[in-house]
């Protein structure tokens, strides 16, 4: 899946919705499109699907054009909206064997799948029920169901667990990976970067439409001029070794800067940003802050994140 | 490369489509006949029965009247079955997605729509005459005719389709009542439904000019071709004509507005 210089700007607008994306999506891989509410990922997938026209550039599906042949690239592909779209005067079963049905599966193979994806999102108990009452956790689950009914070799999910509980939220990860496993290539949008973190192979980062970066999650948050931290409390003897504190911090090897970052009547905390391994670097810390004489009260280990990354990008957060 | 789906693949799917609305509809069967029956039946039952054992219409007028009105039955249910659900799948419930995602192309997708309203339009016309039997007691036939009744029946509720189309996509949705109170009631009552159009000219000419306008005269005219030729008409191969000019220009109206609605 590929996409070039592609821009969308809808009548009327101002701006462009989308503006010179440019990535790629390999064979297998789920990739997340990270960015916040109106950053031009749901129109990305629009366009992707068929559904939105671009204004500019190309889109691929198994290097067929979006454009040039939008019925085959509906065979392949496989969607997940963001709102619910389901067939209200349908039961359940009836929803998953009809969308199977327009995508001209036969009969016996739709039969088959359907109680097995029934089975897998743990449906069966309420199949022959229509989804009028269903919960969101249940509709999404119903949705990807029913997409996985003509067996998408791109399954495209947009937003799939806002607004479920944590235990639906977990499921629907789970089930992800598991299409993962049986080599379904998947692009999700998602303005979670723990989501993003836990689910995607690499992550594209948006804002007003343009890709700000693109890479493994771990590689971004590798990638931030201020990477890992480490947070410590020390009690002092006399409150005047702290300048000789933070100067004997500085100058150890891995680590970049220091600051005091708050006093209280227990101690004071220090944060140090470090240029490697925050857990490497407890041992050496605590060594520095006896030197002093002072005493380590307290220690905590700061991961920088995808929520960094996007500050460090944008200079703002993402929610 | 991947090869593309086949014709084949195009007409199951354009049939699993079909399939669906008519499952659905299958299911509140009665109801679909009420809400689409209950208006002509008080009609002829009014107009041509009550007025006319009154005294207060000549026993002739029903012959006039029935055809009219399986005429309006017919285009009326096709603009309905078409439009309220379309402005619905389009706008809050957001079905219809799961066709458009089909590997359908668009027009076909659309087409679905049309044939499907159309089938309604013709079940509901078709009933219409065993209720005229019940109401009136007997109802104008000519076996000569048929073919005529058929081919504008069938063109009417084409019409009416596209026209339901037309008004489901074009109309934004928030305003879609007050559309239909105001393309309805002029619908329903310029359609020489209740009246035989050639008529007007000696009385009143500006309402026969508007009435020449609405679509629903030619099916009605018609009809009056085919059951009652004694009454006067619009000639049957005109009325055709007529039908399939509104046809080309509200199909390609309904169209426009359906890939307006479908592609952003």
Known sequence: MEVRELVKRYPKAQTNAVDGLTFAVAGGEIFGLL????????????????????????????????????????????????????????????????????????KAVRARRAEALLEQFALTDR?????????????????????????????????????????????????IRELREAGVTIVLTTHDMDEAAA??????????????????????????ATGASLQIAVE???ERGLAGLLDR?????????????????????IRLYLTGEPAAMVGPVAAAVAEVGARLIGVEIGEASLEDVFIDLTGRSLR | MVRGPSFALMLRSFGSVLRRDIVVTGKDLVAFLAQVLLQPVFF??????????????SSGYSNLLFPGLVALTATVTAIQAMAFPLVAEFSWTKEIEDRLLAPLPLWAVAGEKVVFATLRALVASAVMFPIGIGV????????????????????????????????????????INIAFALIFTPLLFTGATQYPWPSLGQHLRWFQVLSAVNPITYVSEGMRAALVPNIPHIPGWICLLALAGSLAIFGTLGMIGFRHRAID
Request: glycine share 12%; aromatic share 4%.
């Open chain 1, 127 to 175: 199949a022959n029920e229509k989804p009028e009452l269903f919960s969101g956790g249940q509709n999404q689950r119903m949705m990807i169901a029913r997409t996985l009914m003509h067996d998408p070799s791109v399954l495209f999910l947009d937003e799939p667990t806002t607004g479920l509980d944590p235990a639906a939220r977990l499921f629907v990860w789970d089930r």
């Open chain 1, 199 to 224: 689910l995607a192979d690499r992550v594209g980062i948006v804002d007003s439409g343009r890709l700000l970066a693109l890479d493994t999650p771990a590689a971004l948050v590798r990638g931030l």
């Open chain 1, 35 to 106: 960015g916040p509410n109106g950053a031009g990922k749901s129109t990305t997938i629009g366009i992707l699907t068929t559904r939105v026209r671009p204004t500019a550039g190309q889109a691929l599906i198994a290097n067929v054009d979006v454009m040039v042949a939008p019925r085959t690239v509906r065979s392949l592909l496989g969607v997940v909206p963001q709102r619910n779209n389901l067939d209200r005067s349908l039961s359940v079963r009836q929803n998953l064997l009809f969308h199977a049905a327009y995508h001209g599966v036969p």
């Open chain 2, 44 to 57: 002829l039952f009014v107009f041509g029965k009550l007025l006319t054992s009154l005294g207060y219409t």
């Open chain 2, 136 to 175: 009136l007691g007997s109802i104008p036939y000519r076996a000569d005719g048929l073919g005529l009744l058929i081919g504008v029946l069938l063109l009417g509720s084409l019409v009416g389709a596209c026209i339901g189309m037309t008004v489901g996509t074009f109309v934004p949705p928030t305003k």
């Open chain 1, 249 to 269: 911090l500085g100058t150890l090897a891995g680590v970049q800067r220091c600051e005091q970052v708050g006093a209280e009547a227990l101690g004071h905390t």
């Open chain 1, 236 to 238: 002092l003897a006399d």
